[in-house]
């Protein structure tokens, strides 16, 4: 039997008929945006539900806005979308260089930056890049809409902090001002692949010295992460050959990686300082 066989899937017109369904527990349907990773699972034999409710082309999830300090990012903006969009480059690089890495060209135009969150894989390609914003999402429901830190979102492995009656509205991303970015993703091969270490970093110079640093690291743990204690380490020191070596080290030694198999946690761990001395080279 085939998956469209076996789920009722309801497709809303609006983002408020969309809660309603949300809200009803007679109703409520696992979220399916372009089903690039759910329509996947559900092939290779994860549970198939008996509801779903799609979310794809919505109004008011498919919109990017440019504002003073920051970006509002719609949940169904997709991986293309993003490339595509010119304007938001200057401001957000890492996170368009990530969403560039995203399967092929069909699974760009289809999957979602809400379901690449969503779905909460630590191998997720834009996690890093949207941690190192400092930024937030946006979750809506019928009781209203409430902003969870980028930080405290994934909460474990496949686990974020949203509840079942609440909808991805979209991401807040401060824009990254005089900072600069940068987005590395190492795998098997140059395309199609899944990441075994990724890094995206948000850092800000001045005079030579690093006044603050972001660095977020995604397959490496259940969930992608910030290297506090390297940050907190950087800032406020000049950027010197010595403490680029230092920072290195101090990120592996501080990085606890998962060994599966794509990657053990030995590599994984030797990457990492790698990847953070590759950000602080090309500042």
Known sequence: MSITETIDIRFPKTLREALRLQANANTRGKLLAGGTDLMVQWASGVPVPERATSLWDLPGLCEIEIRDDDILVGAGVTHAFLVEAKPIHRHLPALIAAARTVGAAQIQARGTLGGNAANAS????????????????????????????????????????????????????????????????????????????MAASRIRIRNGVIVSAAIALGSIAPTPVRLADVETFLAGKKLTPRLINEAEKLAQETVKPIADIRSSAEYRRWVSGRLVRDALENL
């Open 122 to 197: 630590p191998a997720g390609d834009t996690a890093p890049a949207l941690l190192v914003t400092g930024g937030s999402v946006l979750l809506a429901s019928l009781a209203g809409t409430r902003e969870v830190p980028l930080d405290r979102f994934w909460t474990g492995y496949r686990q974020i902090d949203a509840r079942p009656d609440e909808i991805i509205l979209a991401f807040r991303l401060p824009k990254k001002g005089t900072a600069k970015e940068r987005f590395r993703k190492i795998g098997t091969r140059k395309a199609q692949a899944i990441s075994k270490v």
